[in-house]
């Protein structure tokens, strides 16, 4: 047992202190503690990962733990190349095919009929599994390492916004889990979208940090989008209230030109052109593209709903920004933030 371990498991060490993770580019040391089962966060283009060794029953449990994530909630499996992921799946569609070959490395991840490698409690019982390859060059070297696939879901407890930072993962899960593999902040700062081929035909399951407009281009046809609500979602995990922070949230069809201190004291905004936060009148203003650059809004989103922090904005308005491109992901968290049900 390495000396961390046993302070790990020394429960008198575990309520003297609070402890942190190790966060470090150090991709040997990461590669070596998912050998041994243990769990790592890792850096991606779209969100931070909470990774263990796919194959290992009992490390890719431990995530579940780490997360109190329900164990019906499936897990991407993740790889460095198409090649190596396809060999955990069976029966491929073409339409798979063409999107990982345009697709990957990417924020694409493809729900294809599972192979008899992959454990159940990754699939949480379905007989198909989630697959992606993140393009972020540390996580690429760290996965071309392995001989087995990392199961990731989102690092962060079930339930909270996505961590784009290791310092965010560092926040909610750093007294649980050994090491963050840090690779900065990530540049898409959107989860993938996810599709499905639930009848042989492309569905998009999740919207997310590829623009469905991108699919269709590249399919030459028009995909159908699953719309969630709590009930049996195709994508278990997308249920309504899932990025919620806490406050009273009301969403803006129509762009916010003033806002009553009273009313709100927080207000999320796109494209004003001035900065990225001021305050007037009392009301504190988060542009998340004072450009309207909706990729600039995607990679800021998550860190403006950390901000919004529920104590010091009990009330936020939030304007939804354009419907199109990934705006439609965009608006789609805005969405589900707001939800109380
Ligand atoms: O960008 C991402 O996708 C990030 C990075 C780390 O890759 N991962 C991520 O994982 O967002 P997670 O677990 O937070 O979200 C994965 C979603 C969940 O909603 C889950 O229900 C769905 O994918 N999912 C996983 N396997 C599935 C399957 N076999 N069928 C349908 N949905 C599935
Ligand atoms: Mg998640």
Redesign the pocket.
């Given at each position: 047992m390495s000396l961390r371990e046993a302070f790990l498991s020394c429960s008198t060490a575990k309520s003297v202190f609070r402890l942190s993770a190790i966060i470090s580019h150090d991709i040997i040391l990461a590669a070596e503690l998912l050998r041994k089962g243990q769990l790592v966060a890792?850096p991606?283009e779209?969100?931070?990962?909470?990774g263990a060794n796919a194959l290992d029953v009992t490390a890719a449990a431990a995530i579940f733990k780490a997360k109190n994530?329900p164990s019906f909630?499936?897990?991407?499996i993740?790889q460095s190349s198409a090649e190596r992921l396809f060999q955990y799946a069976i029966n491929i569609p073409p339409a798979a095919r063409r999107l990982a070959k345009h697709c990957w490395p990417g924020?694409l991840?493809l729900?294809l009929d599972?192979s008899a490698a992959v454990p159940d409690l990754v699939?949480?019982g379905?007989a198909?599994?989630?697959m992606?390859v993140?393009d972020h060059a540390l996580t690429q070297v760290l996965l071309n390492g392995l001989d087995f696939p990392v199961a990731?879901?989102?690092?962060?407890p079930f339930g909270f916004v996505?961590p784009t930072t290791a310092e965010h993962v560092n926040d909610q899960l750093g007294d649980r889990i050994p090491m963050i593999l840090n690779g900065g902040p990530c540049s898409v700062g959107?989860?993938?979208t996810?599709v499905?081929f639930p009848d042989g035909e492309p569905v998009v399951?999740?919207k997310?940090?590829l623009a469905i407009e991108q699919i269709e281009e590249i399919l030459g046809l028009p995909i159908q989008v699953m719309e969630h609500g709590n009930s049996r979602?195709?994508?278990?995990?997308?249920l309504s209230r899932h990025y919620a922070p806490g406050n009273r949230i009301e969403l803006s069809q129509s762009p916010i030109t003033k806002v009553e201190w009273a009313n709100y004291q927080a207000a999320v905004v796109f494209g004003k052109g001035r900065t990225t936060s001021w305050t007037e009148n009392q009301v504190n203003y988060f542009d998340l593209s004072p450009s309207s650059d909706l990729a600039e809004a995607a990679n800021r989103l998550f860190s403006v709903l950390r901000m919004l922090n529920r104590g010091k904005f009990p009330a936020v308005l939030i304007e939804l920004v354009p419907e199109e491109g990934l705006g439609r992901a965009i608006n789609d968290r805005l969405r589900r933030a707001a939800t109380t049900e």
């Open positions: 890792i991606t779209t969100v931070y990962g909470l994530r909630d499936p897990l991407i993740h924020p991840t729900v599972k699939t949480a379905l198909t599994v989630a992606r993140p990731a879901p989102s690092a962060n996505s959107l989860e993938s996810i499905g399951y999740r997310g940090g979602p195709a994508a278990p995990g997308m």
